[in-house]
């Protein structure tokens, strides 16, 4: 396994992270996972025997459950891990139950910390935007966290780049703990975070933790173009997240004659393909079954090559947008031999 520093910290985390969103199986999270503590326990110990260090939870799955199951799984382990976790999802009935509120932030990361059975949290991040709450209230809730010693260092998910730039003015100006990483969709079939975030993330220093690499499962290579696939597959029950199915399945054609050439599965090109990308700082991976973890803990081995990447750029290319098109003009203004092309 190997180790990317996470953004501008002085933090190490394996390049792949393991996601707990299939333990539990309870409420609205029963079609992602059902995994029972038995099972949990398995999957972390063959995941930190492979040298992954790195592991992912959040607080909204299974209503709780996974953290706790992720808890004991860990268990004397705990210190072998970077443990991050999420807070803003709807925890409770209560109108304060949810959000980034400095009173649901500090409610929040003791139940966690709690659920876990530890006394720090490495990594805390918010999990969306809160229309409600001031950017200036989250980020100050969060930055006694740090002064606390209960969080290490803070993240985000699921943000716009300007929500993403304002937080990070706003903890520059007060000198609070910012933002050291954002975890976001991200595939070779869904390559949007591209055209803001992507410049975003290599401006400001920050670490790049890509959720949904397969795009729901839909990129590993199980599913015909009618959206037929295994019995018990997430996309058969949860058509998350959205894909333009026509441009996806072109490109699992693809991918697939470059994983028969390995013999490996299309979900290993798949994987390999963001870890060449350069902003990509760790790929979060699940998994029902072992058999389905050892085939994700063997995409770091794919190398594909020059041509390989380039026919997969060719064919995943987004469509110019304004005013990306005219950065692309005008830049030729700063270099006279490209005025003509």
Not at 185 to 210: K, S, W
Not at 237 to 253: S, T, Y
């Amino acid at each position: 396994m190997k180790y990317r520093q996470l953004g501008r910290t002085g933090l190490l985390v394996s390049e792949l992270c393991f996601g707990t969103m299939t333990f539990g199986g309870k409420g609205y999270w029963t079609v992602i996972g059902r995994l029972p503590q038995k099972d949990a326990d398995d999957l972390v110990g063959r995941v930190l025997d492979a040298g992954v260090n790195f592991i992912d939870t959040a607080d909204i799955y299974s209503e709780g459950e996974a953290e706790k199951i992720l808890g004991k799984a860990l268990g004397k382990r705990r210190k072998e891990v970077v443990l991050a976790t999420k807070v803003f999802g709807r925890m409770g009935p209560g109108p304060n139950d949810t959000g980034l509120s400095r009173g649901h932030i500090m409610q929040a990361v003791e139940e966690s910390l709690t659920r876990l059975g530890t006394d720090y949290i490495d990594l805390y991040q918010i999990h969306g935007f809160d229309v409600l709450t001031p950017l200036e209230e989250t980020l100050r809730a969060l930055d006694d966290l740090v002064h606390s010693g209960k969080v290490r260092y803070l993240g985000c998910s699921n943000l716009a780049a300007w929500q993403l730039m304002k937080s990070l003015w706003i903890s520059d100006r007060h000198h609070l703990h910012r933002f050291e990483s954002l975890q976001a969709y991200y595939t070779v079939a869904g390559r949007d975070l591209e055209r803001e975030l992507v410049p975003l993330l290599q401006d400001q220093n920050m670490g790049l933790m890509v959720w949904s690499p397969l795009a729901g499962g839909l990129l590993s290579g199980k599913f015909d173009r009618k959206g037929k696939g295994p019995e018990g597959a997430r996309r058969a029950d949860f058509d998350f997240p959205p894909v333009d199915r026509e441009r996806a399945f072109n490109l699992v054609d693809l991918m697939r004659e470059m994983a028969d050439a390995r013999n490996v599965s299309v979900a290993r090109i798949a994987l390999g393909w963001l870890l060449h990308q350069p902003v990509v700082t760790s790929v979060i991976v699940g998994a029902k079954t072992p058999e389905q973890l050892e085939d994700n803990l063997s995409a770091p081995e794919i190398r594909l090559s020059e041509e390989e990447l380039a026919s997969l750029k060719e064919a995943s290319e987004l469509p110019e947008e304004y005013p990306g098109w005219m950065f692309k003009r005008q830049s030729r203004y700063r270099f006279p031999e490209t005025e003509n092309e």
